[in-house]
């Protein structure tokens, strides 16, 4: 049987982190990844519209996503910052607000309140270390049950809300507030960063696959695409991967796969109760991002709503047959991307006139390889799982964004594991 120093499981941004480092290092390595590409949870699609890439996973980064803005300046990736719009655009339950505040002068107050409020919890986080250590349990709880507890109100209330829904792309009542906070401690405790690390940031400008490309090439490790893993069988000298095409053995094996696919995969001996159990529960990040092609928009929309469909519709540029909308929805059914009807009736609740031409996503949610988007806890899951997830079982390891620290469910914290994983790897030869 081939034999390995370690096989990873999964291409994402994790698994070919790990790969490049541990072949750097001198170890043999084959990468088995399911899907007949790399870039896992990242997938950019150059031609989507009219030849105006799409991003149809994960897009942004900021610069204080210090791993994944090392990778872009060793390989010399280009990227490209959001241009900022002339104003934004709030909408009140579809009705789009004449205002420049989210809220009427009456309720100033009130937004005051909860910009302290969430600064405040903001400040008790170190994000680099883990959150369990740091008694914030009364933070983790569902966003709306937070919302009540820290006395917020009116439209400032609504408002900040569907922005952590945003955020979290997730219910609110699922989502665990704690992990949306997290955020803001990541910014250094900045607002307006935190806005950027959603949806202002700096974009990949030939797309995240350029990156994950240069990864892979610099790795020089074997990718096997198309090459779903069924088993690991690990014993005291080393471990067996069955796959969909073969079998081959390693010293070690490193598991990159998403937290709700974890399960999907039959380990021996059999993983622990809790790495099982939050694999069953998943995360809570099981929402939509869809792109929308639209006329009659303004070209640099940016538009919050609470009460709406989607928390978040923004221009990411124009082309001839119209201005190109990236829109986010908390829940996986709240609108139906294969109806353009009911996308421009999602979008006109931010742009009372918009046209809908086109609209394009990937279902992550239902996709077996994904089983969600991005990594958000669900309320109360820090306690039981913050710390096991990323948990060695002997010689089995696992890495993979929903592992890391400060960017958690990031493609910096993704990078982050990934290099965590290969020197722990490293660490035992
Ligand atoms: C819609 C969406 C928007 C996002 N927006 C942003 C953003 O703007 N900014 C940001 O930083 N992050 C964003 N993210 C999150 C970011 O993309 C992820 O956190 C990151 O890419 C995860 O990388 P990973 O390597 O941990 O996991 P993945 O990229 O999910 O990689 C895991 C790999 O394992 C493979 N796999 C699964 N099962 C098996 C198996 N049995 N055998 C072999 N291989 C298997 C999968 O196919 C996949 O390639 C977004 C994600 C989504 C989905």
């Known amino acids: 049987m081939e034999t390995y120093d370690v096989v ?95 809220v009427s002068p009456q309720e100033y107050g009130e937004l005051e309140h909860a910009l302290r409020a969430l600064v405040a919890a903001g400040e008790r986080i170190d994000p680099l270390r883990p959150l369990t250590e740091q008694d914030l349990a009364d933070l983790d709880v569902p966003i709306r049950q937070w919302a009540t507890e820290a006395g917020l109100g009116g439209n400032a209330r609504e408002l900040l809300i569907s922005w952590f829904c945003g955020c979290a792309n997730a219910h609110e009542d699922t989502a665990s507030a704690l992990d949306v906070i997290r955020w803001l401690a990541a910014m250094d405790n900045s607002l307006w960063g935190m806005v950027q690390a959603s949806v202002l940031g700096y974009t990949f400008t030939h797309g995240t696959a350029s990156l994950a490309r240069a990864i892979a090439e610099d790795s020089g490790a074997e990718i096997r695409l198309s090459s779903p ?87 990411m540029g124009t082309i001839e047959r119209g201005v190109v909308l990236v829109c986010f929805a908390p829940e996986h059914d709240r609108v139906d991307a294969d109806d353009l009807a009911d996308v421009q009736r999602a979008v006109r609740e931010f742009a009372p006139h918009a046209e809908v031409v086109d609209a394009h996503t990937h279902p992550w949610v239902h996709d ?50 990934g290099k965590r994983a290969a020197a722990e790897i490293l660490a035992e030869a």
Request: no cysteine.
């Open 8 to 102: 990873v499981i999964g291409a994402g941004f994790a698994g070919l982190t790990a790969a490049r480092d541990l072949r750097a290092a001198g170890s043999s390595v084959l990468v088995l990844e399911a899907r007949e590409r790399i870039g896992g949870s990242t997938w950019y699609q150059p031609d989507a519209f009219d030849g105006f890439g799409l991003e149809m996973g994960g897009t942004w980064i900021v610069p204080q996503q210090s791993h994944v803005f090392a990778e872009v300046r060793r390989y010399g990736i280009s990227v490209t910052d959001s241009e900022l719009p002339d104003r934004m655009t709030w909408s009140d339950h579809g009705e789009v607000l004449d205002t420049l505040l989210p």
């Open 229 to 315: 893993v069924e088993k690991v069988h690990a014993e005291d000298d080393g471990a067996t991967i069955s796959y969909r095409d073969g079998r081959v053995r390693a010293g070690r094996v490193l598991v990159t796969v998403p937290i709700g696919v974890l399960r999907d995969i039959d380990f021996t001996p059999r993983l622990p109760a809790d790495k099982l159990a939050i694999s069953a529960e998943n995360h809570a990040g099981q929402g939509q991002k869809i792109w929308a092609l639209a006329r009659n928009v303004p070209e640099d929309l940016s538009g919050f709503g609470w009460g709406t469909d989607f928390d978040y519709v923004g221009a």
């Open 368 to 417: 077996e390889y994904s089983k969600g988007t991005w990594a958000t806890f669900r309320a109360g899951q820090f306690a039981k799982y913050e710390l096991a997830v990323g948990r060695p079982e002997g010689r089995v390891h696992f890495a993979g964004s929903h592992t890391a620290r400060r960017w958690r469910a990031f493609i910096d914290g993704a990078i982050e594991s």
